[in-house]
């Protein structure tokens, strides 16, 4: 049976994903910060729990990032993907944004893939396993003051392609970017509340709707399918059309 990783499994796509390689045969360590998010997950997985280990690790942490990869492969046996998904946002106008805030945020969503690529890439070469790198839209276009968030995507894009040429061919790694992907109800209970989506929320996307934490679940699915090996360094936009839709006011 093969094993994935996924951090930051406990809310939003990262729990989506969690229940779709449950589905799918695979056994699934939860490395998640949030004690809150991760007691309620193992809570609502319980049916599951032997297939599932949970971990509080702190990405940003090479020693948290060690502990949990030699605490997976003590569980497990083995690591077959890694799926770096944690990630955290800070909007703050640039004079605004301290540096403390813009190393949380690099800390997390960069230097974690970073730290969790390096503790695995061992266990997973010996498996001919794989990477998914989530990136984001972000990564060619912002909103403003999302600096430090869309400086991380940034940053995992040109991550994603190096690992592939350094860990290639016993490790294929591949990063997704997702769009509008509504997330809002599938977040802890303290903070999950449904978006109202609008007709025209779901119109302007080419594809006539915003997205889905199902959406970029498949997408994982595809790319660490074994018979999709001659996949590699590259980034797989999930948008529903977005950045190719021109705007003009």
Request: aromatic content about 6%.
């Amino acid at each position: 049976m093969k094993t994935a990783i996924i951090t930051g499994g406990g809310q939003g796509i990262g729990r989506v994903t969690t229940q779709y390689l449950l589905t799918h045969g695979y056994r699934v360590a939860i490395w998640e910060s949030d004690t809150d998010a991760l007691a309620e997950l193992r809570e609502a997985f319980k049916a599951s729990s032997a297939q599932i280990l949970f971990v509080s690790c702190d990405v940003s942490s090479d020693a948290n990032v060690r502990k949990a990869a030699e605490q997976t492969v003590s569980h497990f046996g083995h690591i077959d993907t890694l799926i770096n998904n944690a990630a955290i946002m800070i909007e703050r106008p640039l004079d605004k944004l301290t540096l403390e805030e813009w190393n949380r945020v690099i800390g997390t969503n960069l230097t974690g893939a970073f730290l969790c690529s390096k503790h695995t890439a061992g266990y997973l070469a010996a498996q001919k396993g794989s990477i998914i790198n989530m990136c984001s839209t972000r990564s060619v276009q912002s909103e403003p003051d999302t600096f430090a968030y869309s400086a991380s995507k940034g940053g995992i894009l040109a991550l994603t392609h190096s690992l592939a040429v350094s860990l290639g061919p016993d490790v294929r790694v591949n990063a997704i970017s997702p769009g509008w992907i509504d997330v809002s109800a599938l977040k802890k209970k303290a903070k999950a509340k449904s978006e109202e989506l609008s007709p025209e929320d779901h119109s302007q996307h080419p594809a006539g709707r915003v997205g889905q934490a199902d959406d970029i679940a498949r997408m994982i699915l595809f790319l660490i399918a074994p018979e999709n090996s001659f996949i590699t360094g590259q980034n797989f936009v999930v948008d529903g059309g977005m950045t190719r839709k021109m705007i003009y006011v």
